[in-house]
């Protein structure tokens, strides 16, 4: 039983075909540039979780990010140089600060939603640049012991293309079982109708923390692994202002779609490494295209495209 | 300590002069209008070129710069805000942000991205219980609160006010009268711009102007209208002096803290509110 889009619906065609994507890409791109790609997609699929597939668009997501950059690397360095280790940590360091924030965040809904996270994330910020300042190292950042993982060393880019990319396909598999099960159904059930899902019986508070909890989580994960790509962690991986970066990527791609999730990563990557060589106003560029999105696409590109190759209008 | 809580009140007074247009916007449409942070710019770089032109009075500068966000206010209104009724809360941040993005572009390309520092335009100081205010400042504090009774006399007295008062409470009620409620609407949104406008070419003395200063001051009003009470006016005023006088205090005591401590209190009151927003 299957409740979404009719094409490419299988777990494994999904993993197959950006599996594809992504070797076409790091073949045009070169696979040192794409290993940024892939996490940011893995960020953008954490974020999706919370903002497609429940509804609530939290505008302070950066936080977990950061919390996974910095204590994936602090927890990671007492247990040797493992960057498993690292990655461990990142997710689960994120995921506890995800159910402590979320416990007082998923009660609120909208406009507070989206600001409590942004306050949040600004404390957050504040934390790592002042008052931790003497194990943060403020703007100075930290560098990320990069060691091997087995035969894999990722200090040579193509290999850690590979190991980025297993990781994004494991996330996408997860995500993807778990939006297909019940836990799934119920987070689209409690975005097209919390106050129902109430009715129906479940708590739908204690499904949103857990869910926002997940999120976190994986949003953790992909600031771990953006210590290991760039071989440091600063504040600015906890900026709140770069918060709108990930919000428009999922737009871009078409929200509450984990393909879309994946387009929308490479398409904001793309528009904000190449544009900006060739156009100097390229955040210009890129406000005349999200206007154009807002207006005409809501769905985004993914919606575009499903709803084209069903040949009739699904809203 | 008389100097820490009058700087409190000047940064609480930019603070109110922002959040006017924020809370309206907030309370009328439920939209988060990132937007808001491309009108307070652009008022402080039209008296940036009037000066350099030569302009010699600060006032009527900053009365260009007032003026000018008039038109610019409609277009926003009438091309991106207007559109988004009814669209949920995220793509309204989305297309907001982007208009933002688009003007300080554009801002960028006409005026460049380096700070621009602004003299002082008064200069002398006043003396009072042995403490020495800027004569600058002061002046700031009691326009914010001229302001506030202007905005109070325009929500009560006047049709325009006194319908969009209405329009907060009951939307539907309002429109079945046969009032069309977006044509007041607009009017008080490009009210709101003039005063964001107000408030940058205000605050443009005390720090320097580029083209992101909006964005820092946007977040804080978001904090201060969150605590106020969105569409809620004297909530608004209190909370942005509140606010003002606690980031300063809070920046005597330990300097780093004064841009954070607003987000704690907005957090907590949404936390602690028994009210569902």
Wanted: aromatic residues 14%; contains cysteine; glycine residues 12%.
């Amino acid at each position: 039983m299957r409740l979404n889009e009719g094409i490419l619906s299988g777990h494994w065609m999904k993993l197959v075909l950006v599996l594809g994507i992504f070797l076409l890409l790091a073949y045009l791109v070169t696979p040192f540039r794409v290993a940024d790609y892939i996490i940011f997609c893995i960020f953008v699929l954490g974020f999706d979780l919370l903002y497609g597939h429940m509804g609530k668009l939290s505008f302070g997501h950066m936080l977990y990010l950061g919390t996974g950059a910095y204590f994936g690397l602090f927890l990671g360095n007492l247990i040797g140089h493992n960057p498993l280790s690292i990655l461990l940590f990142g997710f689960l360091s994120a995921f506890l600060l995800g159910l402590l924030v979320g416990s007082i965040a998923v009660r609120t809904s909208e406009a507070a939603f989206a600001l409590i996270n942004l306050a949040f994330n600004q404390v957050g910020y504040f934390l790592v640049l002042v008052p931790l300042n003497p194990w943060t190292r403020g703007d100075d950042g930290l560098p990320v012991p990069i060691l091997n993982v087995g035969p894999i060393d990722l200090n040579v880019p193509v290999h850690r293309f590979f190991f980025f990319l297993v990781f994004l396909l494991l996330v996408l598999y997860v995500l993807s079982r778990l939006i297909d099960s019940p836990f799934g159904l119920l987070m689209h059930a409690i975005r097209d109708n919390e106050l129902r899902v109430n009715f129906l019986g479940y708590d739908a508070l204690r499904y949103q923390w857990v869910n926002f909890a997940i999120s976190a989580g994986i949003a953790g994960l992909a600031g771990a692994m953006f210590g290991l790509n760039y071989g440091y962690v600063t504040p600015s991986f906890m900026d709140p202002h770069r918060n709108v970066e990930v919000v428009f990527a999922s737009l871009i791609g078409g929200s509450g779609n984990l393909l879309g999730a994946v387009l929308g990563g490479i398409v904001y990557m793309l528009i904000s490494n190449f544009i900006a060589d060739i156009i100097v106003r390229w955040e210009l560029f890129l406000g005349v295209i999200l206007l154009i999105l807002v207006f005409r696409f809501p769905r985004g590109i993914w919606g575009f495209v499903s709803r084209f190759s069903q040949g009739r209008n699904r809203t | 300590m008389i100097e820490v809580f009058f700087y409190g009140l000047t940064v609480g007074g930019i603070l109110y002069l922002v959040s006017i247009g924020l809370s309206l916007t907030f309370g009328i449409m439920k939209i988060v209008n990132f937007s808001h942070a491309l009108v307070y710019a652009l008022g402080p770089y039209i008296l940036v070129s009037y000066a350099l032109k030569g302009g010699e009075s600060y006032i009527l500068g900053s009365l260009l710069g007032v003026l000018f966000v008039i038109p610019i206010g409609y277009v926003v209104e009438r091309f991106v805000i207007r559109r988004l009724y009814g669209v949920g809360i995220d793509l309204a941040i989305i297309a907001t942000y982007a208009t933002l993005l688009i003007g300080v572009d554009v801002i960028k390309f006409i005026w460049g991205a380096t700070p621009i520092p602004v003299s002082d335009p008064v200069g002398s100081y006043l003396m009072l219980f042995h403490s020495r205010l800027p004569l600058y400042r002061v002046t700031v504090v009691l326009l914010a609160i001229a302001v506030h009774f202007f905005v109070l006399f325009f929500f009560r007295k006047t049709m325009v006010g006194r319908i969009v008062v209405a329009a907060l409470e009951d939307e539907d009620g309002v429109r079945s009268l046969g009032i069309s409620v977006g044509k007041y609407f607009s009017i008080v949104f490009v009210l709101g711009c003039c005063l964001a406008a107000l408030g940058g070419v205000l605050y443009a003395p005390i720090t320097a102007v580029h083209p992101y200063m909006g964005l820092s001051i946007l977040l804080l009003s978001f904090a201060v209208v969150m605590v106020g009470g969105m569409g809620n006016l004297a909530g608004t005023f209190y909370a942005s002096l509140f606010m003002g006088i606690l980031m300063s205090v809070a920046g005597r005591i330990w300097g780093p803290v004064a841009d954070t401590i607003p987000f704690i209190v907005m957090a907590l009151v949404i936390a602690f509110r028994r009210r569902k927003v």
